[in-house]
């Protein structure tokens, strides 16, 4: 079984930063694509940012050049570091991992519970 941890959530005012850190356990052999996506109350759930096993990136138009996504192959652990933080940047913010392979076989995907983000203005 494969779990999802977040953390780093919280309020903050525009202008500012956070990082947000998400690590995977479980009988993990190797996760291909992690990243994180977003969702408003209302809203259908978006792409924030991915990165591959080898590095490679992707960033959603409204977060380039603010976001920053990094992990940790070794310790199978994602972090999204944001910075110049805006209101609408306010979502539960949601780790992923795809394509994981496990002691126990293929697991094609699996998500976390979520963190808050809250941007006063």
């Known amino acids: 079984q494969v779990q999802l941890v977040e953390s780093g959530g919280g309020l903050v005012q525009a202008g500012g930063s956070l990082t947000l850190s998400c690590a995977a356990s479980g009988s993990i052999l190797s996760i291909n694509v992690m990243g994180w996506y977003r969702q408003d109350p209302g809203k259908q759930r978006e792409l924030v940012a991915t990165i591959t096993r080898g590095g490679s990136t992707n960033y959603a138009d409204s977060v380039k050049g603010r976001f920053t996504i990094s992990r940790d192959n070794a310790k199978n652990t994602v972090s999204l570091r944001m910075n110049s933080l805006r209101p609408e940047d306010t979502a539960v913010y949601y780790c992923?991992?795809?394509?994981?392979?496990?002691?126990?076989?293929?697991?094609?995907?699996?998500w976390g519970k979520g963190t808050l983000v809250t941007v006063s203005s």
């Open positions: 992923n991992a795809d394509s994981i392979m496990t002691s126990g076989g293929y697991v094609p995907r699996y």
